[in-house]
């Protein structure tokens, strides 16, 4: 599990390099999309249309923002849910999109689109949106204004923190780590420990 | 008789929603230092620091501690001697929710139609749950609901014979199939009895309790405690990375029901566990 501070566009050196449970804080241009968006863009790619951004080789944050109080660049903002952009992620990863943010565990399809296509899904900690917020030094909506807290925003973060959930080697930090802490403390008081 | 007028609803309720998101109670806050101390995992132990610095950061600057401020349910408890005037009752708690979620730089995340899904703007409508009381007073309490957790709850009927051991399999069963989609470490509502209406309420009602008070009846309170114990065995930690500390607390309520029916709800809150009360 090692630290790493990367800047983006990630190489494809980068991304082989990082391995579950890898602790990144990220630099650089990050673009913010979810659900409705998606379904958008997966829409354009499936009729063979390009998309209202090129995406090719970037991060995409899934995640919405409040609204900024007069004087702040962003409100708080977090990582959303990632399964709900699972049915979207192949298409994304396969399109050229590097790495995805978002909170919680993904299904199989992800995991093998990441090893398939040399990607990484990263977690970020869900509703840390004071602290992420801060690490957000500008802010842009370049697409599906429409959409408000779901439109396209492009950022520019600072030392962004991240861990590598899904790795390009076909990993799968939850399910390790859920395994380590199953029964933990029953064991523990049975004198068993891990 | 007591007359309100419902300007003071308005200003109430808009003061709560803000209030609430920006504010972490401190049972949670507690709750996040009992469970940062006993946890097991690295990871988890960064993430339950990272969530104290976070409340910390969100009380300090005046911000709401997570981004999806939620959709608004409002609990009003409603004093039978109480006279409302200017105005209609129900309309000035919406109103009241509107103002909150604009003056509170809040996020607005209700879609007016289900399935047409336009975002509404405004935050509106909340959820209201109206109760007529005893006394003169009225009693607001406001829970921000995130999509993330709210999601990840469910309902079922049991056979009567399940008893015990069933409604523990189905709240441990829900529990591993939200993992770290519900941003644990979350509070558990349970609701047990009533109808397929009440059961679900009962749940929502059971998660405004505050953590580290028992049911009053010692079965319900040995069940809770047990409960709570199974839920961080499963291993599913802070965000579901792993660890002890999957639950902060498993409030259960209870109601009685039909000879034929064991119906159970688990209304899961994530660690945004927001909730504010005021009475007017
Ligand atoms: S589940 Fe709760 S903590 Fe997580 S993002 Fe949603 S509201 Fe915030």
Redesign the pocket.
Known sequence: MAEYRLKTPLTDEDIQMLQIGDQVLLTGTIYMARDAAHKRMVDLLESGQSLPVNLRGEVIFYAGPCPPKPGQIIGPV????AYRMDPYAPAMYEYGVKGTIG?GPRREMVKEACKQYGAISFAAV??L?TILSRRVTDVEVVAYEDLGPEAIRRLEVEDFPLLVAYDAHGQDLYEQEIAKYENYNKNANKGVGI | MRIVHVDQIIETVAKLCWEACYYLPEDVLAGFRRAEKTEASPIGKTILQQLLENAEEAKVNHMPY???T?MAVVFVEVGQDVHITGGNFLDSIQEGVRTGYREGYLRKSVVGDPLIRVNTGDNTPAVVHTEIVPGDQIKFTVLPK????ENMSAMKFLLPGEGMQGVKNFVLQTIKEAGGK??PPVVVGVGIGGSFDKVTSLAKHAVLREIGVHHHEPHIAQLEKELLEEINNTGIGPQGLGGTSTALWVPIETYACHITALPVAVNIQ???ARKKTAVL
């Open positions: 977090a990582p959303t849910t909170k869900g509703g949106s | 997570c981004h999806d939620g995130g999509g993330g957790s519900a941003c994530c660690h945004a």
